[in-house]
């Protein structure tokens, strides 16, 4: 779901109705209880009665509606008559077995499995065979609800299913009359007489599409919303094997979604969907009554969304360079001027980070110090100012007589940027990505929200209609990331600013090119040729000025020959003086007496940092080559040798001699600002601003030549690039 500036609470009201769930149903379909050949698909199952088991032990009380029995009475009565039956019998086509045959024998099968699995897990259950007729009467409701009370409170799994071996149906598997006429309907009239807290549906997709799910152009539905998608809504094929499909558990959780019973519908393949459903998690289709009420939060599709990006950044190409250079300036006086509305939002982020026990370095990226809202007006003024890199002519070149060949600079379309905790990046960003004529999708870290949500509005305000807000979109939720990353035709670049686990998630996830960097393993290497203040300047500036920057030392690095001329010494005892946690290597903590560090490969992101003795320079390289990220190092010596051989050695996006590795970075670089800091090898490395936002394409002006055949074309290739 996307929602406008300052909707998140509506959003967080969407599933919070699960933290007093207590009493759930789950129905499992046909096509999740057998396989394609009709036999029945023991693995899913085990998975399902773990979850089953888990959710029982939790205090959860759980109620089992499941289908499959005629598939599997089906599947065995064929096996049963191939068997039987004689080569004449084989030659004659096989007759359509009776229905309710295969139920009779296909019961008792999936009972005795379900019993067989539930008794490995410990847990108890219970069978319970219903007719439409039976609740026609009101005794057998009534002792039906008193049973099943006194089974939950044994902490039993009652499982049921309609017995269509008896049913008095005309045509059980296609008269929809009666008070229910499949198991889906079944769930949903228990769910109401058994008062349960929630009904969830097992099928074989994801959840409510919008089409066929084989359709690529279907989108999932999170919220069924009734007066929205009723008459959208295109149904594929019934179930393959059961009597159901998606219609009759569209109808069945519309029916008891409007009687008071949330549903949802959600994929029965995956091995922990209901529990992810309970944790509040964003999966499958979720029905409720309410749903009505969120419809006055924006929702907009991911591929709505990156498309309308595209279609404003189309806009924003087209405007004269003046007219984009002057949306920048305008953006940097709208964040001065709101600038104390700001500083509330950013307040109230950083104090809600600090009641959930967020780790210090967190809320220090969090929190927008003073003058940064200026220093940061001043980047996008810094950026408006710089020279136009849309359209620049790389390369001119003449093919032929009066055929000219021009290789120019253009946005590389639709940006994706995932960034966490840092508000003040997505300002950079954002100017970035205007400056470039990119549009841009923003994904900010949830204890941000309230910072996130101002800046965004703040500088969507000052993009002319004629552009239009699209151009910049603020993604509300983490969970509607996996939609975006599928997005490969419309969204052409990643950029994920945040942990480790977060890079090589959506790396995973996505077939869209991704840049960036993991880890900001930083490393200073202190030669023994290096002047002493020099040394302590650096390595002091490297650690304290920032220590939650990714360009921040988070590795010492000193030649052994300084352990005895006592500026090793120094170094750690400055560090210590100004409040930094000192972990050692193998030599330095046996030598410093201090703790070995567990991993050199290890970002702190605080006031700690490891060190470690090394031979020479080239057992320094040796050591970032193994144990660094490729992000940022540094060698503080006197001799330029020395000095060359690490600056060529060292295979980081930024080496740096005799200077704090803190100037890696695009303000500090000269780029005005920058979307992150690239360890990736192709496209664009270190600190990415506007050129690193950029491709090309060509240009071709002629005078009505063709090739044919290359005939009569006289080739010069003669540069005519100025």
């Not at 085990?46 to 499959?68: F, H, P």
């Not at 950083?350 to 007006?377: F, N």
């Not at 300084?562 to 500026?567: A, K, R, T």
């Not at 060292?650 to 360890?679: K, Q, Y």
Request: glycine letters at 8%; aromatic letters at 4%.
């Amino acid at each position: 779901m996307w929602l406008c500036p300052f909707a998140e609470n509506a959003m967080e009201s969407e599933r919070t109705f699960m933290r007093n769930v207590k009493r759930v149903f789950v129905k499992v379909g046909t096509a999740v209880v057998t396989r394609a050949d009709g036999r029945l698909a023991v693995g899913r199952l085990g998975a399902l009665c773990e979850q089953l088991k888990e959710l029982n032990s939790q205090g959860y009380e759980i109620v089992l509606v499941t289908s499959g029995a005629v598939g599997l009475g089906r599947q065995r009565l064929r096996y049963r008559k191939l068997v039987n039956s004689s080569l004449a019998d084989l030659q004659n086509p096989q007759y359509e077995l009776d229905g309710k045959a295969c139920a009779a024998v296909g019961q008792s099968s999936l009972m005795a499995l379900y019993d067989t699995l539930f008794s490995q897990l410990d847990v108890s259950s219970s069978q319970h065979l219903v007719t439409d007729t039976d609740f026609r009467n009101g005794s057998f409701r009534k002792q039906l609800s008193e049973t099943v009370k006194s089974l939950l409170a044994l902490k039993v799994i009652p499982i049921f299913n309609e017995n269509d071996a008896v049913s008095t149906r005309r045509a059980p598997y296609e008269d929809s009359s009666g008070i229910f006429w499949d198991n889906d309907s079944l769930a949903g009239l228990l769910a109401l007489e058994l008062q349960a807290d929630l009904l969830v549906l097992l099928s074989d997709v994801e959840g409510l599409y919008s089409g066929p799910p084989s359709d690529p152009d279907s989108k999932l539905i999170h919220t069924y919303i009734k007066e929205k998608h009723q008459g959208e809504i295109t149904f594929g094929d019934k179930s393959r094997l059961g009597r159901g499909g998606m219609t009759a558990k569209v109808n069945a959780a519309v029916c008891a979604a409007y009687a008071g019973i949330p549903v949802v519908i959600t994929s029965g393949y995956a091995t922990d969907s209901i529990i992810k459903v309970l944790q509040g998690k964003r999966i499958g289709t979720l029905f409720h009554q309410d749903a009505h009420l969120w419809t006055s939060v924006k929702e907009v599709g991911a591929r709505e969304m990156a498309v309308a990006a595209r279609e404003c950044s189309r806009r924003l190409q087209a405007m004269h360079l003046d007219d984009r250079r002057k949306i920048l300036l305008d953006i940097a006086d709208a964040l001065e001027a709101n600038e104390s509305f700001i500083k509330v939002e950013n307040e109230a982020d950083v104090a809600d980070a600090q009641d959930a026990g967020y780790d210090k370095s967190l809320v220090a990226r969090l929190a927008l110090k003073p003058g940064k809202i200026a220093s940061l007006a001043k980047s996008v003024r810094v950026l408006a100012e710089m020279e136009e890199p849309i359209g620049q002519v790389l390369k001119r070149t003449e093919l032929a007589d009066g055929l000219i060949l021009e290789k120019t600079s253009c946005p590389l379309g639709v940006l994706l940027i995932v960034f966490e905790s840092r508000p003040d990046a997505l300002v950079q960003i954002a100017s970035l990505a205007i400056r470039s004529g990119n549009g841009l999708l923003l994904k900010g870290g949830k204890e941000a929200k309230r910072s996130n949500a101002i800046l965004h509005k703040v500088i969507t305000s000052a993009i002319p209609k004629s552009i239009g807000n699209k151009l910049i979109g603020l993604v509300a939720s983490r969970e509607d990331i996996p939609d975006l990353l599928k997005l490969d035709d419309v969204i052409d670049l990643v950029i994920p600013r945040g942990s480790n686990k977060l890079v090589s998630q959506i790396k995973e996830l996505t077939k869209i090119p991704v840049l960036g960097h993991s880890d900001g393993i930083c490393h200073v290497y202190v030669d023994k040729s290096a002047k002493g203040d020099t040394a302590k300047r650096i390595v002091l500036d490297a650690k304290i000025d920032y220590p939650a920057a990714c360009n921040a030392m988070e590795t010492l690095l000193v030649h052994k020959d300084l352990s005895s001329n006592g500026l090793l010494n120094t170094l750690t005892k400055e560090l210590q003086h100004e409040g930094v946690t000192l972990y050692g290597g193998p030599r330095a903590s046996s030598l410093l007496n201090i703790p070995e560090a567990h991993s050199f490969h290890h970002e702190y992101s605080s006031m700690a940092c490891t060190v470690e003795i090394v031979d020479d320079v080239q057992a320094a390289i040796d050591h970032i080559h193994q144990h660094g990220s490729s992000h940022t190092d540094c060698i503080v010596t006197e001799n330029h040798e020395v000095a060359e051989i690490f600056l060529h050695g060292v295979d980081s996006a930024a080496v740096f001699h005799n200077a704090s590795t803190r100037f890696c970075d695009g303000a500090r670089f000269g780029l005005g600002a920058e979307v992150g800091i690239s360890t990736s090898r192709i496209h664009a490395r270190g600190p990415v601003g506007v050129e690193g936002l950029l491709t090309t394409r060509w240009i071709l002006r002629g005078s009505g030549q063709v090739v044919d055949g290359d005939k009569g074309v006289i080739y010069t290739h003669r540069d005519l690039t100025q």
